[in-house]
């Protein structure tokens, strides 16, 4: 009888340990996960920001979708125009002359080392793709070009993806988008800067 006894308290000790170190674990490996997925979707937010960024100064607006940035950022060029003189000396007496030079924008595109292909995969995501949307709006009467880019945490969080973790983040909330720019005012800024 004393056996039983304690061997169902040895038993209920390590059922407690267990639970001491799981509980312990579990805050550690979501915060160290919550870190590495993030920081790989924003350098993608980022690189697609600068694509976009790029594809307004080909087409004076931002794209809509990813197919119509790829296409563009691939088969497209910059305009580059080589002043030569002075136009801001008033003492320049010869002629100014602007040169415009076509620059190819997948020359750019490679050299950030954007890979055009994989941009609007979300990383983690499983193949789920960016939400995006581009228009024109009217800001302070003004018509202005606006772009929005992101997904919710949801999505590539993974086993993390439910509201019982935001007990170890405050700020965490699955259904909240990580993202850049606003379709209601001109701003490329992301919401992690």
């Known amino acids: 009888m004393r056996l ?13 340990v267990w639970t001491l170190i799981s509980s312990i674990q579990e805050p550690i490996a979501f915060k160290a996960e919550k870190e590495k997925r993030e920081r790989a979707v924003v350098e993608r937010l980022m690189e697609v920001r600068t694509a976009q960024d790029l594809f307004r100064s080909i087409k004076g607006g931002f794209s809509p979708t990813f197919d119509s940035l790829r296409e563009t950022l691939m088969t497209d060029s910059f305009a580059v125009v080589k002043v030569i003189g002075d ?5 320049f007496t010869g002629e100014i002359v602007y040169d415009t030079i076509l620059s190819p924008a997948i020359d750019s595109i490679q050299t950030l080392g954007i890979n055009l292909d994989s941009l609007s995969i979300v990383p983690y995501g499983g193949g789920v793709k960016f939400e995006i949307a581009a228009d024109t709006i009217t800001y302070q009467k003004t018509t202005v070009n606006v772009v929005e880019v992101g997904i919710p945490r949801r999505v590539f969080m ?5 509201k019982r973790f935001a007990k170890y983040d405050q700020g965490y909330d699955p259904n ?8 209601n005012a001109p701003n490329l800024s992301g919401n992690w800067e």
């Open 4 to 16: 039983l006894i304690n061997l169902l308290l040895a038993a209920v000790v390590i059922g407690l």
């Open 87 to 91: 136009p801001d000396d008033p003492n």
């Open 158 to 162: 993974g086993k993390y993806k439910d």
């Open 176 to 183: 909240k988008p990580i993202k850049f720019g606003n379709m």
